[in-house]
């Protein structure tokens, strides 16, 4: 069945233009919602062109559905970036100017994770400089130490706890690379920011004495930060967690390649194992939820 109709339009001298609201379709649509909302769901699974033809559309005007979706729940977006309390980044400064342009009101923490991967390149980096400096049969004992300087104490075996110690005993800078990175550790154990604060005085002004270059570099982006670093005593917050789902993100770049149209946002309606937000302005509701890790185990789709 096909239904048309002409809503009616009312021109007034005074505002102008209005036409009849309908309760099956925006004002400016050319379909009704639940075929909009239908064509909007369906291209998240489907090339867009399998989507035209599922539905007897031109491909234009799924393209047109789904760019307004998006702008729609971007633009919502934006609103409720207002409402952000706390946004939990690394120390990398574009991350951080667009949290002060989207997010002036919320709470800087830099991420536990992060830091961590800060001191364990550091440590390495002394590592890979003692062993350039040794001779051929010196570096024997440097043989397959680079996770066990970095692996946790606690989850040392007898065997590595024993290695581990002799090498330590053994080379210097070694020795005190392992102790500045375990003695930053304890600062994710305080809860008082004061005392907190006092730990990291100390450990910058261990390290600047170190005469270690990467663990003396790193002091300098600390102090610059120490605020949001601190925010840690109070918030409790990492994005560790979320660290896994970027990977699977690259994936869905991947699987876009080759896609004919330039307009950006088609990965974004993509869906495999997460979704990514986007209200609908055809429905006023929810047409995708914002990082909903899926129950079900779905096979590869199309692009």
């Known amino acids: 069945m096909v239904l048309r109709y002409r809503p009616r ?123 350039r400096r040794l001779s051929g049969r010196e570096k024997t004992s440097f043989k397959r130490t680079r996770f066990l300087l970095l692996k946790n104490p606690w989850n040392l075996t007898s065997d590595e706890r024993e290695r581990l110690s002799t090498l330590v005993r053994w080379n210097s800078p070694i020795e005190r690379a392992y102790y500045l990175k375990e003695v930053f550790q304890l600062f994710w154990t305080y809860r008082q920011p004061a005392r907190a604060a006092q730990h990291l005085r100390r450990w910058m002004h261990s390290a600047l004495r170190s005469r270690l270059g990467p663990f003396k570099e790193l002091v300098r982006p600390l102090r610059a930060h120490l605020d949001g670093v601190l925010a840690w005593t109070r918030l409790w917050v ?51 939820t914002l990082w909903e890790t899926s129950h079900k185990t779905r096979g590869n789709h199309s692009n």
């Open 9 to 131: 339009r009312l021109r007034c001298a005074r505002c102008g233009v209005h036409v009849e609201a309908v309760p099956w379709a925006r004002f400016w649509a050319r379909v009704t919602t639940t075929l909009a909302r239908a064509v909007a769901e369906l291209a998240r699974h489907l090339r867009w062109q399998q989507t035209a033809r599922h539905f007897r559309l031109d491909w234009k005007s799924v393209a047109t559905i789904v760019r307004r979706v998006v702008a729609y729940g971007l633009e919502r977006r934006r609103r409720r970036s207002a409402t952000v309390q706390v946004v939990c980044l690394d120390m990398w400064q574009a991350s951080l100017n667009a949290v002060q342009h989207h997010a002036p009101n919320a709470q800087v923490l830099f991420d536990r994770f992060h830091l961590v991967q800060h001191l364990n390149r550091a440590l390495d980096e002394v590592r890979r400089r003692e062993w």
């Open 238 to 288: 990492s994005n560790g967690a979320l660290e896994g789902m970027n990977n699977k993100i690259k994936l869905v770049s991947h699987r876009s390649f080759g896609f004919r149209h330039r307009f950006p946002n088609r990965r974004e309606l993509h869906r495999r194992d997460l979704s990514l937000l986007c209200a609908s302005p055809f429905t006023g509701g929810a047409l995708i």
